[in-house]
């Protein structure tokens, strides 16, 4: 697989793929998004790989979505923006859907749409250092991307709500605390304990480790309403047109 945003690597039965836009702190555009989901979709096919690792290159995970693509005019139809509205979600759930069990090796930072796509992920690994950082709220946004039923799976929904109505940064340590983090490493080698657990996981047998994920898929399905509960693109949408018309309003005088 070779993409614009992405670099994926194969170790027998072990990918990593690496957000690579290190230039913009990985931070996810459109077209990461397209090739986010593209990559999912072959891995639907994919019988060979048993692991995927999700990492950034550089100096962090990921600094969210990038917002510089925000002041661009959208489509003039309604229907083709609402649907454009929902790309971060369909990259959330490409992620989550996934039947190969996937890591999140998680250094530096991971803001925004970043620990979205931690929170996707089955296992995610930081260490002490890294920090994370949810500031939708600050920006006058909601927290997208479904992310919401999937923060209040790993903390809790009092905690999930904290951090997305504050918006303070808080580190690898508190995320392990929390539960956000699922195992915590040495500074500098959380992709070095990924892959230790991917190894781990690959030992196991492929059939088995299949059905208890897809039986643990059903039982999130069941039980986490939340997903179904609200249009979160919607309400993205929503929320972006209301800018654009107090924009529109400040320019107008």
């Not at 799976?153 to 392990?176: D, I, N, P, Y």
Request: aromatic share 6%; proline share 3%.
């Amino acid at each position: 697989m070779t993409y614009e945003t992405l670099q994926v690597d194969r170790d027998g039965a072990v990918m990593t793929v690496r957000f690579n836009r290190p230039d913009k702190r990985n931070a996810i555009n459109n077209q990461m998004h397209r090739d986010i989901q593209d990559a999912c979709h072959r891995l639907g096919d994919d019988f060979q790989t048993r692991v995927v690792i999700f990492t950034g290159e550089g100096a962090g995970f990921s600094s969210g979505a990038d917002t510089s693509e925000w002041g661009r005019r959208g489509p003039d139809n309604e229907l083709e923006l609402r649907h454009q509205s929902g790309i971060g979600s369909r990259s959330s759930a490409a992620i989550e859907e996934l039947s190969q069990i996937t890591i999140a090796a998680v250094h530096g930072f991971a803001v925004g749409g970043g620990a979205v796509f931690v929170s996707c992920c089955d296992f995610r690994v930081a260490s002490p250092s890294t920090w994370f950082s949810i500031p939708e709220v600050e920006l006058g946004i909601p927290l997208s991307w479904n992310a919401l039923p999937r923060l209040a799976r790993a903390v809790g929904h009092q905690r999930a709500l904290e951090l997305t109505v504050l918006c303070e940064r808080f580190s690898g340590q508190e995320a392990f605390e929390y539960g956000l983090v699922s195992h915590l490493s040495e500074d500098g080698k959380e992709l070095e304990l990924a892959r230790e657990l991917a190894g781990k996981v690959v030992e196991k047998p492929a059939l088995a480790v299949a059905l208890t994920k897809a039986s643990m898929k059903a039982l999130r399905r069941g039980t986490e309403t939340g997903e179904v509960a609200y249009s979160d693109g919607d309400l993205l949408l929503y929320s972006r047109l209301l800018q654009q018309r107090r924009r529109r309003r400040e320019r107008d005088g």
